[in-house]
């Protein structure tokens, strides 16, 4: 058992690094066809990361160890957070300590540190984005605990992979009114967290309207490469924990091979399809000016705190 | 739903990709490997070239599928796209921005104006063509230049 | 024989000898070789050895024992009664541990009025006094004890009265609300003792049963009404972002990381332990309480621009944080519930201890930047982070703390709050149906609050350049204060990795309120075991994995990259022109989104003032603009009181005419009134 399960989880790892441009690629494939274009190809992004990987590494004066650490920690986090997710098997040496409220505040953390590198450049834009991106932060903090608060009733515990077991073996919890309100309240945490539309434009060039890329306005070379890696493996793991929360099916709980290795072809299967739908849906929507964006989040908040108190009437507990 | 059904029925509108261009790509450009981020620097053009830059990243030319993209930052580019007669007041800034850029780089100048500063040469507020600014490495000659003569000048630095 | 009671007398005598140096020792002594402070200095020693002494005596105290003393002789009338037990154990360690550090840190930290002989004399007994309050078992050492701790303080925040016109407004403030809290405090304990027949705490225990609903109620609502002013729960806090700035550094530190918890301490000893628990509407004000501290401190903490006040402000959110814990285990253990009620408890006082070490560390590092300085002001400060690389490196652990992100500290107690808050719903009842996910929400939106206010503090306030000429010629702060600091700093670190030392401790100090059930918190990791299920954090797991990460990263990039040479560059300024230092980012600026959002909750006030040119209207010759975000419940409550109050004094004076017929008159009517009154009574 531990062995497989120690393959699975470092499996996980590498696939989601390794994916996680490619999942960036197929985005913009899908988009580049819908707008009628004929799209770069799904593995440009993997073309930009060994380019930026050659290209010579630059420190601005007057920035510090922050500005330096931030691109690592990005990636570390999101790679203990693959580690930690049940993307592909809930029996992993790391079951015990793959808790919810864990994996939210890694994420949290890798967002802190890329807002005290754009402060620490001590540019007007890096100041602005770092400014932006914490207010959304703490906006979408609440959504993000009672989401979790809601996922946690029926399974009785924050425990990951056992709230995912408890999804395999009763269906019941994927169609309930709490689950759905769970899934959609999630669904635009993802959209704020990862800096996608309508929160935040990935692809503007405006300053003015940036968020996340003003922090990173002054990154080059191989540490441009690790932030966007690390922005890339937080959508692929998001888009992962989605699936896994609630559409759960094929994910391995006991530790045979052939299981986990199906686990990880529908798991790619399913970031994919998710990924590809966002893209779809990107096309229709337009960014949502700065202001605004607590209206949406002020609203997922009231859809996750309908289920929580869904998930307590309905279940009678 | 409109939106689907226009998008459904408009299709692809890229043209096909004309043959790549022959040219050996400058010594700089060898380590991109098909991978291009591109900065536009407006050094005092009358805005014909950029029109025809918005182009040739459009759906028709799309120069996005050879691998060069639009960026916002010199630091994340390669590639420096400068159009317009050096004008004074840009010069410093055109040096500026260029130097922001990590290696390897390359400035390609776009259009005539770019180059020997076209219609503007002589006048008052013009400091010069680009290349008495900043080393150039790719030109493209027009005004304003043809999109397939920008997405070809592309296309020898990337190599797709 | 335990180590405890030795612990106590040692700490008070070394009070007592500190006291004594701070009058008698001269400030400076003047060999030919090398003058020092001396006064500071032999004063930080005793009051060091104080804090270790109450430390030892907290700690052997959380490891099961007791030990109680009565001293007849020493208070006329009511005599001194002493007993530690777990729950005050674990207060007298934390007022110990924080004593230890901020005293040596205070030897090194010299300001404009701290050396005076008032402010050193009384330092080891406001110390003496934060170690003994917990350990006061009746009614009258409490009072006093209490009584001496509010006084000591109030000296202290008036060390330097004669630098700034604003610490004698913050010194009236203080006092005027500590000692009302005090009276409050006075009447709901004087009510208890006389209900229940005696004033011990083992008397009233006995006799809380005995009391009817309604006095127990009213004992509760007084006394948890001072406690909550003096953890500055809104809307009693106005003292706290007052007093906190304006007080030396350490002395901020000591009130923010050690007096504050006394309130909570107080809530627990008298609602759990005295009156035995009481019905929900009790813990459910406690809760609501804590919940709108939590974020309304944290909302003013956000708009804060002032280093110190805004740290004042996280220490209100913080404890609202603690208060939240204590209420839900006080609603659990209504509902019967008592395991659950221990992880709650449990949760709040791991969050005092944890708070205490990083809200210390905090006060201690924004102090090392106003000797360096000079200043307060975040939208002055910057760059600081290259003068002074330690007290950066040490405000960055603290404020790693205070975001409650792992591998903080703060992390693992919220961690473990919000997991008795999710599991309360096993506890049956419309209310925690309502009540527990608001709570949770509430603790979401202060967590991610905090994350922006400590952002903007560390951020604006050390990295980037210097946006003053007092930034740009900081220096690091004497050895000493770094001392302190990185005493604070690795208990931040030791809470952080490794809380499961706690575990017994806390479930005796959970025992000691009552409220037995026991979580079981081992070695390295949290595991919380209730009925069915069973929850696991492992901080050491966590943090070893960052570190992994970080480290392959890094590897992996350098053994990839083609270029290893980094190219130091000149800013990216958009080619225009070298960025000056006033084109970065200030914290008014950084808050300004928040402020937008919230802006029903804050009502900033804003002033527009034009001069125009003297010969035209139309032309301008000045605008200017001012902008204050004011404490909203300060004007909207305060206020109104204190105008109510300020008009009853001017109608009074025309009680007091002047005329000798009208005072003679007075006495007369006031006799017979008094007498007629005696006859209808009797």
Redesign the interface.
């Known amino acids: 058992m531990n062995a497989v399960g120690t393959a699975a989880v470092a499996a996980q790892v590498v696939l989601v690094t390794a994916g996680a441009p490619l999942l960036t690629g197929l985005m913009r494939q899908v988009r580049?066809?819908?707008?009628?274009?004929?799209?770069?190809?799904i593995g440009?992004p993997w073309?930009?990361f060994?380019?930026l990987l050659?290209?010579?590494?630059?420190t601005p004066v007057g920035t510090g160890p922050a500005f330096r650490t931030a691109p690592l920690l990005l990636v570390a986090t999101a790679a203990v957070i693959a580690a930690l997710v049940p993307l592909a098997s809930t029996a992993t040496p790391v079951s015990r300590n793959a808790d919810l409220i864990v994996v939210v505040a890694l994420l949290a953390l890798g967002t802190v540190a890329l807002a005290l590198a754009g402060l620490d450049t001590g540019t007007a834009f890096g100041g602005m984005g770092a400014s932006r991106e914490m207010t959304v932060i703490a906006l979408v903090e609440p959504t993000i605990l009672l989401a979790v608060f809601a996922l946690s009733i029926p399974a009785g515990t924050t425990n990951l992979p056992a709230i995912i077991a408890g999804r395999i073996h009763d269906p019941a919890r994927l169609a309930s009114p709490a689950g759905l309100l769970a899934a959609v309240a999630l669904a635009v945490v993802t959209l704020a967290e990862t800096g996608r539309l309508p929160v935040d434009n990935p692809s503007?060039?405006?300053?003015l309207t940036?968020i996340h890329?003003a922090m990173i306005?002054?990154?080059?070379?191989p540490d441009?490469a690790l932030v966007e890696l690390g922005a890339q493996m937080r959508l692929t793991v998001l888009l992962g924990l989605l699936a896994s929360l609630f559409a759960p099916w094929g994910i391995a709980t006991s530790a045979s091979v052939a299981a986990v290795v199906l686990a990880f072809v529908l798991f790619a299967v399913k970031v994919a399809l998710l990924g590809a739908a966002l893209a779809a849906a990107e096309?229709?929507w337009a960014k949502l000016r700065l202001f605004r964006v607590p209206e949406l989040l002020a609203g997922s908040f009231l859809l996750a705190l309908l289920a929580v108190t869904a998930s307590y009437f309905l279940t009678g507990e | 739903m409109s939106?689907?059904r226009k998008?459904r029925d408009?299709?692809?509108?890229?043209e096909d990709?004309p043959p790549r261009p022959t040219e050996n790509p400058p010594p700089a450009a060898q380590?991109?490997?098909?991978?291009v981020?591109v900065r536009h620097i407006d050094a005092g053009s009358c805005n014909g070239c950029e029109i025809e830059i918005g182009s040739a990243f459009g759906?028709v030319y799309?120069a996005?599928?050879?691998?060069a993209?639009?960026?916002?930052?010199?630091?994340?580019a390669?590639v420096a796209l400068v159009t317009g007669p050096v004008t004074r007041n840009m010069a410093?800034?055109?040096r500026?921005?260029v130097?922001?850029m990590?290696?390897?780089r390359l400035v390609v100048a776009v259009g005539d104006c770019a180059l020997n500063c076209g219609e503007f040469a002589g006048g008052y507020g013009v400091e010069g063509p680009v290349a008495d600014v900043v080393p150039v490495d790719l030109q493209v000659p027009g005004c304003p230049p043809r999109p397939e003569a920008i997405v070809a000048a592309l296309r020898i630095v990337t190599g797709r | 024989m335990s180590a405890a009671g030795p612990a106590v007398v040692v700490a008070a005598g070394l009070a007592g000898v500190g006291a004594l140096a701070g009058v008698f020792l001269p400030e400076r002594w003047q060999p030919r070789l090398a003058p020092r402070r001396l006064r500071a200095s032999v004063v930080g020693v005793c009051t060091a050895g104080l804090g270790a002494a109450g430390l030892v005596a907290g700690a052997a105290a959380l490891g099961g024992a007791r030990w109680s003393a009565d001293l007849p002789g020493l208070l006329p009338l009511a005599g001194v009664h002493l007993a530690v037990d777990a729950l005050s154990g674990l207060f007298m360690a934390v007022a110990g541990a924080v004593v230890l550090a901020v005293a040596v840190y205070g030897i090194g930290y010299a300001g404009h009025g701290t050396d005076a002989r008032g402010v050193q004399a009384v330092l080891p007994v406001f110390a003496l006094s934060l170690v003994l309050v917990p350990a006061a078992a009746s009614v009258s050492s409490f009072l006093l004890l209490w009584e001496l701790m509010a006084v000591t303080s109030l000296v202290l925040v008036l060390a330097e009265h004669r630098e700034r016109a604003s610490v004698r407004e913050a010194g009236v403030w203080y006092a005027v609300m500590t000692h009302l809290g005090l009276v409050l405090l006075l009447a709901g304990l004087m009510l208890f003792a006389a209900r229940a027949g005696g004033e011990t705490f083992t008397v009233l225990r006995a006799g809380a049963g005995g009391m009817s609903p309604q006095a127990r109620g009213t004992v509760f609502v007084l006394v948890s009404a001072a406690f909550a002013s003096k953890a500055g729960m809104v809307p009693l806090h106005a003292w706290l972002p007052r007093a906190h700035p304006e007080a030396p550094s350490h002395v901020s530190a000591l009130m923010s990381a050690a007096m504050v918890n006394l309130g909570a301490y107080g809530i627990v000893r008298v609602g759990f332990d005295l009156l035995g628990g009481g019905p929900r509407w009790w813990w459910l004000m406690v809760l609501g309480g804590g919940a709108v501290s939590a974020v309304y401190g944290i909302l003013q903490a956000a708009m804060a621009s002032d280093l110190k006040r805004l740290l004042a402000y996280s220490t209100s959110e913080n404890l609202g944080l603690v208060f939240i814990g204590v209420g839900a285990a006080g609603m659990f253990a209504d509902a019967g519930n008592q395991k659950l009620a221990a992880l709650a408890l449990t949760a709040a006082l791991l969050h005092v201890v944890n708070h205490a070490a990083f809200k210390a560390l905090l006060f201690c590092a924004a102090g090392s930047v106003l000797r360096a300085t000079g200043l307060r002001d975040l939208d002055q400060l910057g760059g600081l982070r290259a003068k002074m690389p330690a007290t950066a490196g040490l405000f960055t652990v603290g404020a790693l703390g205070a975001v409650a992100l792992p591998p903080g500290n703060g992390f693992v107690s919220e961690w473990l709050l919000l997991q008795s808050l999710i599991h309360g719903f096993a506890v049956p009842g419309v209310t925690t149906a309502i009540v527990l996910p608001l709570a949770v929400a509430a603790i979401a939106l202060s967590a991610g609050l905090a994350a922006a206010v400590f952002v903007k503090a560390l951020g604006v306030g050390f990295f980037a350049r210097p946006r003053s000429d007092q930034a740009a010629a900081a220096t690091e702060s004497p050895p000493s204060m770094l001392a302190g600091m990185g005493l604070l700093a690795a208990g931040c670190a030791a809470l952080a990795l490794v809380p499961g030392v706690l575990g017994d401790g806390l479930s005796r100090a959970a025992a000691a309120a009552g409220v037995t059930g026991g979580t079981i918190l081992s070695g390295g990791s949290l595991e919380v075991r209730l009925d069915r299920i069973s929850t696991v954090l492992s901080p050491l797991w966590v943090a070893a994995a960052l570190v992994a990460g970080v480290l392959a990263v890094s590897a992996l990039t350098r053994l990839v990259s083609?270029?290893r040479r980094r190219?130091n560059?000149?800013l990216?300024?958009?080619?225009?022109g070298a960025p000056t230092a006033r084109m970065a980012y200030t914290a008014t600026s950084f808050a300004e989104p928040l402020q937008r959002v919230f802006d029903d909750v804050l009502a900033p006030e804003q002033d527009v003032d034009v001069t125009p040119v003297r010969e035209s209207a139309y032309l301008v010759e000045r605008v200017r603009f001012q902008r204050r975000v004011p404490d909203r419940i300060e004007h909207r409550l305060y206020r109104p009181v204190l105008a109510a109050l300020s008009g009853a004094g001017q109608a009074a004076r025309r009680l007091a005419g002047g005329s000798v017929h009208l005072y003679l008159g007075y006495g007369f009517f006031g006799l017979v009134a008094l007498l007629v009154a005696l006859t209808v009574i009797q």
């Open positions: 580049a066809r819908m707008e009628g274009r004929a799209g770069a190809g440009q073309r930009d060994r380019k050659r290209k010579e590494p630059i503007t060039h405006l300053e940036m890329e306005l002054e990154y080059a070379g441009l096309v229709f | 939106l689907l998008i408009t299709g692809r509108v890229a990709a380590e991109l490997g098909g991978s981020q759906p799309d996005e599928r050879y691998g993209r639009l960026v916002a930052s010199p630091r994340h390669d410093e800034p055109l500026r921005t130097a922001a990590p290696q390897p | 083609r270029r190219t560059a000149r990216w300024d958009c080619g225009g």
